[in-house]
């Protein structure tokens, strides 16, 4: 359903080491890239890239929107959650239950852009 998710960056320099670090944690790498992006995939469908706004305006972070990032079981959202912290991003909530059987750790990248590591089960 969803092919590619983008979010936008002020420094591409940075971007790139933080998500080539959390990325690889899901088994993605770069897939493509050029003077204004860089897309990560994993092979199993949908990308996740960062961009330099391509109308030129400064890269802005969207109140309410966030990325999740699927992970196959609780010990991954955990390792993940921890190693966005660990390359310099923020807490946005600690991985942990959410209620039935969602799992998820909440942060935000370099940029302020809001992602999660979630899993169901």
Known sequence: MIGYVMV??????RAAEFYD????????????EGDKFIAWSNGKGCM??????????????GNGVMVALAAPD??????????????GGTD????G???GNF???????????KLNAFCMG
């Open 8 to 13: 936008g960056t002020k420094n591409m320099k």
């Open 21 to 32: 670090g959390l990325l690889a944690e899901l088994g993605a790498k770069r897939a493509m």
């Open 48 to 61: 996740f890239s960062v961009c330099k706004p391509y109308d030129g305006n400064p890269s802005t972070v």
């Open 74 to 87: 609780q010990a991954t959202v955990d390792r993940l959650y921890k190693k966005a912290l660990e390359l």
């Open 92 to 95: 946005e909530g600690p991985a």
């Open 97 to 99: 239950p959410r209620g």
């Open 103 to 113: 799992y998820a750790g909440y942060f935000r990248d370099l940029d302020g852009n």
